[in-house]
């Protein structure tokens, strides 16, 4: 029975398993890892938890993080902002129509990848040779949208606050202009749109499917209708008798209507119309 752990690469990233072994982890422990792209520092965000097996062999947890991968870790960066100033200098020489968005490196600097945004497919097979040549290390070129180009980055939204994405979000869910007219809000486009050009996540948080919709809205109107309630059977057990009263006095069974509201009381059935009286107007008399 294998302890396993959850560890997360990026903030609002995805949570990945792995093997915690022997090493006494907890929640917030920084650790280093390897995977299939080789040495990369994680952050431990579900303590170790016995699991009877899993669906495939994980990978193990190597140690926890040294001042030399701390140290290693800042020269990466210092490495890939060199990495991409060459990498956007060799796309504006081949004219490539595509957005250099960031460029990561491994803790052992055994991979670099290249994120970037573009509006169809592109033909990047120079450019890779060009980046291997320059680097000597395995190239990965990677396309990803312009959500997740918003995530990378960063920024504000119309609300002043950071972006939803950047803070807390770890997967984008399909937001559409339904969303809004429920809502009631206006369905102005370039009110709704984030900073990456799209609708706004926020719109999603107060969005409820229609069953419950409905459900809210029938319960209203039978409010609003009046209609008259059901009378109520009691029994002779459900009656109490009072104090004072002998055992056997209740009546067997009673049926007591519940009074509806002021619709609902008896009217008179025919009420007596009122007699309206002529008057006789004097007719004036004729002067002889």
């Known amino acids: 029975m294998a302890d396993i752990v ?31 792209f080789g040495l990369s520092i994680g952050t431990v965000v579900e303590p170790p938890h016995a699991a009877e097996s899993s669906p495939k062999e994980l990978k ?17 960066e210092k490495f890939e902002q060199e990495a ?21 490196a491994t803790l052992d600097k055994k991979r670099i990848v290249f994120y970037f945004t573009a509006e169809g497919r592109i033909d990047f097979r120079e450019l890779v040779k060009d980046l291997a040549a320059r680097f000597k290390t395995r190239i990965e070129m ?36 339904k969303m809004a007219k429920q809502q009631d809000l206006t369905l102005n486009t370039g009110k709704l ?17 229609g069953s419950s919709v409905r459900e809210t809205k029938e319960d209203r109107e039978g409010l609003v209708s009046g209609k008259p309630d059901k009378p109520v059977h009691l029994r002779k057990d459900d009656v109490t008798e009072p104090e004072g009263m002998a055992s056997g006095e209740v009546a067997a069974s009673a049926s007591v209507p519940v009074p509806a509201g002021k619709k609902d009381e008896q009217k008179p059935g025919h009420p007596h119309k009122r007699r309206r009286r002529r008057r006789h107007r004097k007719k004036p008399q004729k002067n002889e």
């Open 6 to 36: 959850g560890i997360r690469f990026k903030s609002c990233g995805k949570i990945y398993d792995f093997d915690a072994g022997d090493l006494a982890l907890r929640r917030g422990d920084k650790v280093v890892i390897e995977s299939e």
């Open 193 to 209: 749109s984030g900073s990456c050009g799209r609708l706004m996540c926020c719109l999603g948080y107060e969005y409820h499917d």
């Open 84 to 104: 991409k100033s060459f990498c956007y200098e060799r796309i504006m020489a081949r004219g490539l129509l595509m957005k250099l968005v960031r460029a990561e």
């Open 60 to 76: 193990k947890v190597l140690r926890l993080v040294t001042d030399d991968d701390i140290k290693q870790r800042i020269a990466n």
């Open 142 to 177: 990677r396309q990803i949208g312009i959500r997740d180009k918003a995530k990378l980055v960063g920024g504000f939204g119309l609300c002043g606050k950071e972006l939803c994405c950047k803070v807390f979000l770890t997967t984008f869910e399909p937001i559409s202009i």
